[in-house]
């Protein structure tokens, strides 16, 4: 199959739905003009398309494997690393000072949309090396941004995220692993990880591994954990590579899918020789990680829809070319393509929608990210913080919830034929299955969204959104365009209950936390839903249909708001369903 | 992991859900007692609890292989087999005539569950010999019944289902496969079949295969297709085991799940030497196996929910024994097992109350249809039937979605090691992707229930349905039990809006073909919804709550009304959506 990076699918999501033009009117990116825009998707469209994507089946059938204590990748991965380095793909959103591109971090996120929908195995790799810069730029000593940031930004070398240990996934209370200081202001790690992505390959002659550990006096808790920057090899003060630096890789996982992308086992300093240094202060390494946590979570809702992109593409050619059955009624005559019944459309209509509401809300969430950043007004930049905010365990969590069902029905359009993996539609299902757990489990970014996001002023970062949707139905209400007027209708309806059951859970998480925890998930899935049609609506209203690819964006956005985003109101019941509803049963009689 | 087929669970069910009374009422199972059903269930609880269970990892990581033309089966699939042939597992349901034990086909459906929770991959392949039981039983001729019946009531001799061709799936009006006169009363074969689960194995000697092929002079299309009975060796006038039969095996799919069940490409009558004998009349063949089918599409739904009760039992044990963060607000202290979490709470109540709707569903289904079948009044026998009608596409499709969920959510309960296959968690996830596809793809469902169904009387199966749907939501209302009140209002509000959508698709079907069709899927999702609680409401009416158990089941019921139910809703836009929002779009366009 050929993937092809939807360029203009991307651009229209940035410009129409995300709001591009508000990082544009910030000054600090004069040049960023359509063409450099389309210029820049354009050349990663063509290195995804061309490099990445020929390898995805290979990914999977010839994983990654563990070898004498060394990872070897899949074929060609090697060859595909160096020339992605080489292009510079990874320094998108840097600063230039140390080599990168001083890009947004949403056109960043345009190019990882891009290496995501063509091998998220491949692509898993790079975006943790990105997490890695992103946590040295903001905490690594002078020290250590002179070794190591411009060959992590280049990608010349990677970087990995040490957190989870076999007693500390989602509580990361329980982390164990420990450093102790050398006096030379060194630290020796030592400890056990999971689940570390990428912990060893042979893409790259050197890896960072930022790892949470605890030092002898840190405090028991979440408030215990520091930072600390572990080499695979050591690094000497010029920036050459040293000695191994006693970091074993003890396994890796044999998962449902992602087989291309290494998931460790590590083992730091069993022979007491693993040196590290620290990130940050003391003490502050999980508070420093969360910083990070936001844009990883984003670029996983992202990885998400690139993946249900993928999944689409595959089955709208299977749906032009396979066919099956004749028009309802039509007792005889040649089969048509499975495209011409409307059921077969439905199906593939509900995966383009899914997808670019996702990715609509992903683009929205980074111009946030990268507006609080940015803004020169104190104020916008605020606002744009608490967006940021409100947006992420949207973006991670029903990108990679719809995304699951995205690539479920690409298995379903091609019949029987889905269920053989090596048609490849089961490799998406498969592969993208992980993005609900990683980064935060999405029952977390419920909890996140409840606990954290509508406490920030008793839910003002919510109302804020809705009242901003409910003017975007008014506005597609008042149109003049029927299509636009009924989709309005359908986002005005969805926003108001929306409203209701937030004053409730802004109540619940305040007053019975019992009730609010018990609606979570339900609240985020509702959220989501609303969340997508409003910024699929705002696109189309903004960017008209005068032409034919135009109304095709309209009609996606219209059919989401009739098909879809009716869904948000079947959660709402379950949102106020209360503690009760998830009372403690009898474990023993709960299957007799 | 072990798997405990949840007998009470079922028994419950059956009694209160489904309606067994009504099968006891009809004066031909008078021995149907309780505790005779206890009986039974509990056995068969026993052999897919010691004897299946344990082989269903075994089949995933060890599943069938072809080598020089012959299927060999998982290890410890040969010696299970035997002990089921044995046991008598596979005749609850068949006539005593033939060896069979005379039982109704909802209690063969109970075993079925049994059987299919402990390891689908095996289950599978018993389910296609009853199949082909029901068939020769129909349609046979006394000499088949006097040679094979017997044998295949057993499962002594194995049976297959040969419908699909490569370019004949969902659309059987395509088959090309032959059979030639040889005036002595058999057929010459010749065709290449796929997609034949079990088309060989190890574990018989002798195999079965129902084929669908054209005669000489067949009419092109549906109406020029007959059924053959082809065995794997040709079998003498005394019913010994004589010479190959010309019938290949070609190769086996390499799946997505169901590893243990051989999915195979066969080629009839390569050398010309393939025979068969006609089953039932010349150009009724695919009449003919559509009488099977409605009894195998709600064996596919009732495996599913198996499927999803192995998943749930699976999630539940984890659930209890991984201890992971604390209570909200609670900042220190030890970890509290996840079940402690609401939301994780959420998502096992969710699996749970999915699963046992879907059995009730499909438990309901069979008790249609042996009242159908056995029911002394005319009467009740032609409602009886009419239920069974509308309900099949439900049990069907409903089940098996659900399903995908609920393994979805197993999963999702294990967090980072729900993606590792050792967990087993992912099996599950796998093996019942299928479900959704063979039997007739849930969207062919959603199109026999708006068609079809829908089509008989002006939509009466439909709303008879919903009658005593509402009927039983104001029972609930009135009952003086404030959960029941409660889950009434919802299944009252669903009812009456499934009431709304119906007549709208009424009308859409017999005077707009492509509206009728687009609304097709949501129309089934929505009606799967009210259907599954109006069963589960009924179940906890009937049952009472007056102890801990029945109290759960009270709990598992409302817990669907409230939480889950209301999903229904918002499938109803979509249903009357139109078929302009499904309109053709320009392909090219679709994706840029």
Redesign the interface.
């Known amino acids: 199959m050929a993937y092809?990076f939807?360029?203009?699918?991307v651009q229209y999501l940035l410009n129409h739905a995300a709001g591009l033009d508000r990082l544009r009117d910030t000054g600090v990116w004069e040049d960023l003009s359509d063409e450099f825009l389309e210029a820049v998707l354009g050349e990663a469209g063509k290195f995804a398309d061309n490099v990445l994507a020929p390898l995805n089946w290979e990914s999977d059938q010839n994983g990654a494997r563990l070898e004498n204590g060394k990872v070897f990748t899949t074929p060609g991965f090697k060859e595909a690393y160096s020339q992605y380095v080489e292009a510079g793909w990874n320094s998108v959103a840097f600063p230039e000072e140390y080599g990168g591109q001083g890009l947004p971090n949403t056109v960043a996120l345009a190019v990882v949309d891009a290496m995501q929908g063509a091998c998220i195995s491949f692509a898993m790799g790079t975006m943790l090396t990105t997490a890695a810069v992103k946590a040295l730029l903001a905490f690594g000593s002078e020290e250590q941004k002179r070794l190591y940031l411009e060959k992590l930004v280049s990608a010349e070398w990677s970087g990995t995220m040490n957190l989870?240990e076999p007693?500390a996934?989602?509580?990361l209370a329980?982390i164990k692993t420990k450093a102790t200081p050398n006096g030379d202001g060194t630290y020796n790690i030592k400890g056990q990880k999971?689940?570390i992505s990428y912990g060893d390959h042979d893409m790259a002659p050197n890896i960072a591994h930022l790892v949470l550990a605890r030092l002898p006096d840190a405090p028991?808790?979440t408030r215990g954990i520091s930072m600390f920057l572990v080499p695979k090899f050591r690094v000497g003060e010029d920036g050459s590579i040293g000695q191994a630096n006693d970091v074993k890789i003890v396994s890796i996982?044999?998962?449902?899918?992602q087989h291309g992308s290494p998931t460790c086992v590590m083992a730091y300093g069993d022979n007491d020789e693993c040196l590290g240094t620290l990130v940050g202060k003391e003490n502050e390494g999980l508070r420093n990680m969360f910083v990070m946590m936001n844009a990883a979570r984003i670029d996983v809702g992202m990885q998400a829809a690139s993946v249900g992109?993928a999944a689409?593409?595959k089955a709208?050619e299977y749906a032009?070319d396979r066919?099956?059955?004749?028009k309802?009624?039509v007792?005889?005559g040649p089969?048509v393509n499975i495209?011409?019944?409307?059921?077969?459309?439905?199906?593939?209509?509900t995966m383009?929608a899914l997808t670019d509401a996702s990715k609509a809300i992903c683009f929205a969430n980074m111009v946030a990210y990268d507006l609080a950043r940015n803004a020169p007004d104190p104020e916008v930049a605020a606002a744009a913080k608490e967006r940021e905010e409100l947006l992420t365990p949207l973006s991670k969590a029903f990108s990679s919830d719809r995304a699951?069902e995205t690539t479920?029905i690409g298995?379903?359009i091609h019949?029987?034929m889905?269920?053989?993996?090596?048609t490849g539609a089961?490799q998406f299902?498969?592969d993208v299955?992980?993005c609900?757990?990683?980064e935060g489990?999405?029952?977390i970014q419920?909890?996140d969204l409840a606990?954290r996001k509508l406490g920030m002023g008793k839910g003002k970062l919510a109302y804020d959104f809705i009242e901003e949707a409910l003017a975007n139905a008014e506005a597609a209400i008042a149109s003049g365009d029927d299509d636009l007027k009924t989709a309005g209708g359908?986002l005005k309806r969805e926003a108001e209950r929306l409203k209701e059951t937030t004053a409730y859970m802004v109540s619940a998480m305040s007053t019975n936390?019992?009730a609010g925890?018990?609606g979570?998930?339900?609240y985020l899935d509702q959220f989501g839903y609303v969340a997508g049609g409003h910024y699929l609506l705002k696109g189309a209203l903004a960017a008209g249909s005068e032409d034919?690819?135009l109304g095709?964006r309209k009609?996606i956005a219209?059919?989401y708001c009739?098909?879809?985003l009716?869904?948000?109101?079947?959660?709402?019941?379950?949102v106020m369903?209360g503690?009760d509803?998830?009372?403690?049963?009898?474990?023993e009689?709960?299957?007799?």
């Open positions: 092809n939807p360029v203009r699918d989870s007693q996934g989602s509580d329980n999971i689940w028991e808790g996982e044999e998962k449902l899918g992109e689409f593409q709208l032009n066919p099956q059955g004749r309802f009624g007792k005889s089969a495209f011409e019944h409307p059921d077969v459309r439905r199906n593939l209509y383009k699951l479920n298995i379903q019949g029987g889905g269920f053989v993996e090596e089961a299902f498969r299955r992980i609900t757990i990683y489990t999405n029952g419920g909890i606990g359908h936390h019992e925890l018990a979570a998930t339900p034919k690819y095709g009609h219209t059919f009739e098909n879809l009716p869904r948000a109101g079947g959660f709402a019941p379950a369903a503690e509803s998830v009372e403690e049963l009898d474990v009689l709960l299957s007799a």
